[in-house]
């Protein structure tokens, strides 16, 4: 199979050469092309990216717009034919095998995107597999917190044990790392760049349900996912909510929109009132969005 890498960078220098040479090991597939898609960084990425010993295309986004906005320059820069686009994050590692298992995974009757098992940096699980966002998942995720995972109906991200080794059809899953088939792309079209970051995979990848495309996860193709600021940045957390509440209100009737917000805004302000800085920048950005998240949000 032929695959084309879209790698969206900002300020991504200290990470995105072990990305690279990760991708330089990948053995089963064609790597016709890396593009690595820069939001303005202020850092030397790429010049990292220039190093690099594959076909990488540089590309100067000339803005932040955002992790959508930069897989679209990507994709567009592209210069070879291909059978698929892998959207990859600047702080994964791929295993030598892992383009190859999801090359395979590709091909089953109407999958348009697979997705690896993602891995913390000492090896152990990060959930990444989510179910469709409902009024009763965000009920039992504002007032249950991580608990919801674990009783059924209650929790959109899923954590069972026992599904972490088990391959299957999800709604969407972590936009880290996905494989993405060509059919797909063009069938769907381009990732929504009103979502700066956060919910633009979860968009992308109902959309392309709406189109009769399955996204399948795959854990014998494993990624190691470095991540994790939005669990300590108030702003980034506070961005999440906002777009998880956008993207509901535009898939759903005013009424069950209206109840969503409410719903997420309780959960957040209980959580505020208990000291917690994270919720409380949740809440304001609900409520009140200061002109610099409106800003990032739109």
Avoid at 20 to 47: F, K, P, Y
Avoid at 131 to 160: H, K, M, N, Q
Avoid at 193 to 221: I, K, M, N, V
Avoid at 224 to 249: C, F
């Amino acid at each position: 199979m032929r695959i084309a890498v879209v790698i969206v960078t900002y300020n991504s220098a200290d990470v995105l050469a072990g990305c690279l040479r990760s991708l330089e090991h990948q053995r089963g597939v064609e790597i016709v092309s890396v593009v690595v898609a820069d939001n303005a960084s202020r850092d030397d990425s790429l010049a990292v990216a220039k190093d690099a010993d594959l076909p990488v295309i540089p590309l100067a986004v000339g803005r932040n717009g955002g992790f959508a906005a930069g897989i679209n320059a990507g994709v567009a820069a592209v210069d070879a034919a291909y059978d698929a686009v892998m959207v990859l994050n600047p702080d994964c590692r791929l295993r030598p095998d892992t383009l190859a298992r999801l090359a395979a995974t590709l091909q089953r009757a109407s999958c348009g995107i697979a997705v690896p098992k993602l891995l913390n940096s000492d090896g152990s699980f990060q959930p990444s597999l989510r179910y469709a966002p409902t009024l009763r998942r965000a009920f039992g995720e504002a007032f249950l917190g991580r608990a919801a995972s674990r009783l059924p109906g209650f929790g959109e991200l899923i954590t069972d044990p026992r599904e972490r080794d088990l391959p299957g059809a999800y709604a969407w899953a972590t936009g880290a790392a996905m494989l993405i088939s060509a059919s797909t792309l063009r069938e769907v079209g381009p990732w929504d760049e009103s979502f700066l970051l956060y919910s633009e995979e979860t968009d992308f990848a109902l959309r392309a349900a709406d189109h009769g495309w399955t996204l399948w996860y795959e854990p014998s193709a494993e990624i190691t996912h470095i991540g994790g600021e939005q669990q300590v940045n108030p702003t980034l957390n506070a961005l999440s909510v906002v777009n998880k509440v956008k993207l509901y209100r535009r898939r759903h009737s005013a009424l069950a929109g209206g109840a969503y917000f409410l719903i997420v805004l309780a959960g957040e302000a209980m959580r505020a009132a208990l000291g917690r800085r994270r919720a409380w920048a949740a809440v304001v950005a609900l409520v009140r969005p200061s002109r610099r998240l409106r800003a990032l949000a739109t």
